[in-house]
């Protein structure tokens, strides 16, 4: 079946730090793939996606690759902010806008 | 404009109990899911309804149910409640057109269960 897995958090970075969180999948064919963020008290919500390989999502300074040879959509950013602090998740449309979310990756930015 | 809204947003339950998860969706927007999110873990998929009618479901028992109403709100049902319930349960909704998965999710219900 489908499965997302991501590394393990917490991540802790400075203020400015450069950013990966890596992510792989497990899937039949090709599917979209998504990051969705979670910051602290608020619901679930899309950061950026990327429906066919090599296709790049970006969005507020985070890129994600899709890279088919690998399985992998690794999340980055090349300087991040005290307010980029929140949980992270890496997912795959799995079915009729059905996604699957991997365990999700805390990333905690400090000044 | 509203987003999606869900209550209530913490509630506390005995084994055995049963509990009712109300959701409403984003004006204009026709399918909601479920999703179960167990602490330290991604969200699960349980329901998907579009038009009223079930479009999916994932691999939860017979005691969780969920409907959608006329005006596309949505309820989920859990019966003979278990520790293992306890959780916190997000309602997301989509417009319904085009597997975009792009969901627009609720801040949830968090659900104990004693």
């Known amino acids: 079946g489908n499965s997302v897995t991501q590394m393990e958090g917490p991540v802790t970075l400075s203020e400015e730090a450069f950013l990966t969180i890596n992510c792989t999948y497990t899937a039949t064919g090709y599917p979209s793939l998504f990051w969705y963020v979670q910051y602290p008290g608020e619901g679930l919500q899309l950061l950026l996606k990327?429906?066919?390989?090599?296709d790049k999502g970006s969005n507020k300074g985070f890129e994600a690759t899709y890279r088919k040879e690998t399985t992998s959509f690794h999340l980055e950013k090349g300087s991040v902010q005290v307010s980029d602090s929140a949980v992270y998740f890496c997912a795959l449309l799995s079915g009729y806008s059905t996604l699957t979310f991997g365990k999700g990756t805390m990333l905690l930015v400090s000044p | 404009d509203a987003g999606v809204t869900q209550s209530p947003t913490h509630l506390i339950k005995t084994r055995g109990q049963q509990v009712t998860l109300r959701c409403s969706p984003i004006?204009?927007?026709?399918?909601v899911s479920w999703y179960q999110q167990v602490l330290g873990q991604g969200p699960q998929f349980i329901f998907q309804y579009y038009e009223k009618e079930e479009r999916g479901r994932g691999n939860f028992p017979d005691r969780f149910s969920a409907r959608q109403f006329p005006n596309y709100s949505s309820e989920l049902n859990v019966n003979a409640l278990l520790l293992g319930d306890s959780a916190l349960y997000l309602c997301?909704?989509?417009?319904?057109?085009?597997?975009?998965?792009?969901?627009?999710f609720g801040e949830g219900s968090r659900l104990t269960v004693l």
């Open positions: 997301a909704s989509t417009s319904g057109v085009g597997n975009t998965g792009e969901l627009f």
């Open positions: 990327a429906t066919k390989a090599d």
């Open positions: 004006s204009g927007h026709k399918s």
